[in-house]
């Protein structure tokens, strides 16, 4: 929680939503870092679970399920991933750098309001988690995601909210707007 917290966004209220997540095995784009960097996502065994292997290993654990948000916890060793079912309930689990889900799922009961806002921020959402992450990746090829989730802003506005953080510690917030794919940064 301290990532989340470390990078947040302002004065503007937003709420965690949803997005449908491509099929298991191409799901989500590989990490921003270049391969071999510190906590590199792709790196060798023993390294940070690409989001790729992170968000297949959290969807065959609940099957029929789409990726609602990824936060990197423990350096990256452990990421907890925030899925929907296909009626919105959602669920948390943690999946450790192996992919091995070592946690969850567990149901988040939310009420049928929140499941209702969360399904049609899936329907509203023209851009998948995956696509969202390569524009983050071609606009700070260097960074590397260490938060990620589609927010509603109270101007209706849709965005993947993403937090990266380049070589040097620098965050940054990016976000992606998830109608049209337009890339804005901060920081």
């Known amino acids: ?13 937003t709420q965690s939503g949803a997005v ?5 095995g191409g799901a989500v784009a590989a990490p921003v870092s270049p391969p071999g960097a510190p906590g590199d996502p792709s790196g ?10 992170v968000a297949t290993a959290a969807m065959d654990a609940v099957k029929g ?8 916890e423990n350096g990256g060793r452990i990421w ?11 669920r948390l689990l943690e999946v450790d750098a192996s992919g091995k ?12 309001k929140e499941k209702a806002r969360v399904m049609g921020m899936v329907k509203d959402s023209e851009l998948t988690f ?16 260490v938060h990620m989730s589609l927010d509603r802003y109270e101007d209706n506005l849709l965005v993947w909210d993403v937090d990266v953080v380049t070589p040097d510690g620098t965050w940054h917030e990016v976000k992606v707007d998830a ?9």
């Open 179 to 187: 109608k049209n794919g337009t890339v804005t940064k901060n920081g």
């Open 20 to 24: 449908r997540a491509a099929p298991a």
């Open 44 to 53: 060798e065994p023993g390294g940070m679970a690409s989001l790729e292997k």
């Open 130 to 145: 995956g696509a969202a992450a390569e524009k983050v990746a071609s606009s700070m090829p260097q960074g590397k995601i």
């Open 101 to 112: 889900v070592v946690s969850g799922p567990r149901v988040k009961d939310a009420g049928d």
């Open 65 to 72: 399920s789409t990726v609602l948000s990824v936060q990197a």
């Open 80 to 90: 907890e991933v925030q899925l929907a079912g296909p009626d919105g309930t959602e």
């Open 1 to 13: 929680m301290a990532l989340l917290a470390a990078a947040a966004c302002g004065s503007a209220h």
